[in-house]
């Protein structure tokens, strides 16, 4: 039974995007205001993930202390060397509780997308992964623009955990959620990804 269980799985991975103390914790410059109530069913999300076998991978952010390689618009939040999720900075480092396990991988990224000037594409592909399943914040920028560029990549099929990913405020997390819904994308809670989608 787990032998067939990973098999189904083999060709999926999760993409845990940005649960990193500058966006999660109350206070960090990126806040984002639903991130730290989703804490808990993301850490649920990658156990159940890893139990099936799917390939973990960790996106986060993280910038040049001048803030050289961020986009223009954010520029001005990097002064004096200190700046958002900066390279080994405590503030990039993923929130408590979340801890990468050997075997899986990181990858860092400078834009909303995972996809954009990244590896991301190569490192699927060579692995053998066909469908995504993704978590984390935040729903209108890095998950929403991640999973566009999934899907154009077609990856199939692309699922959001609906309540192990997070926005600024509900009515912006559902309406993004509607327009994935609106381009195929599967929408789980993480109660039905972990039983109906077993």
């Known amino acids: 039974m787990a032998v067939a269980a990973a098999g189904k799985w083999r060709e999926t991975a999760m993409l845990v995007i940005d649960m990193q103390n500058d966006f999660i914790l109350p206070g960090g410059p990126m806040h984002v205001a639903g991130g730290q109530a989703i804490v808990?069913?993301?850490?649920?999300?990658?156990?159940?993930?890893?139990?099936?076998?799917?390939?973990?991978?960790?996106v986060v952010r993280e910038?040049?202390?001048?803030?050289?390689?961020?986009?223009?618009?954010?520029?001005?939040l990097y002064v004096n060397g200190k700046g958002p999720t900066m390279k080994d900075s405590k503030g990039a480092e993923l929130v408590e509780g979340l801890v990468p396990l050997e075997g899986e991988y990181k990858l860092v990224k400078t834009r909303f997308s995972a996809f954009f000037d990244t590896h991301l594409n190569s490192l699927l592909q060579s692995s053998g992964i066909k469908s995504l399943v993704v978590v984390g914040v935040q729903t209108p920028n890095c998950i929403r623009q991640?999973?566009?560029?999934?899907?154009?990549?077609?990856?199939?099929?692309?699922?959001?955990?609906?309540?192990?990913?997070?926005a600024a405020n509900s009515e912006v997390h559902t309406a993004n959620i509607r327009d994935m819904q609106n381009?195929?994308?599967?929408?789980?809670?993480?109660?039905?990804?972990?039983?109906?989608?077993?």
């Open 40 to 58: 808990p069913k993301v850490i649920r999300a990658v156990s159940v993930a890893r139990d099936r076998g799917i390939y973990v991978i960790w």
């Open 63 to 76: 910038h040049d202390p001048c803030g050289r390689d961020v986009e223009l618009f954010r520029r001005h």
């Open 146 to 166: 991640t999973v566009f560029d999934a899907v154009a990549s077609n990856y199939q099929p692309v699922s959001v955990i609906v309540d192990a990913t997070a």
């Open 183 to 198: 381009i195929g994308v599967s929408t789980p809670t993480l109660l039905e990804w972990c039983s109906d989608y077993a």
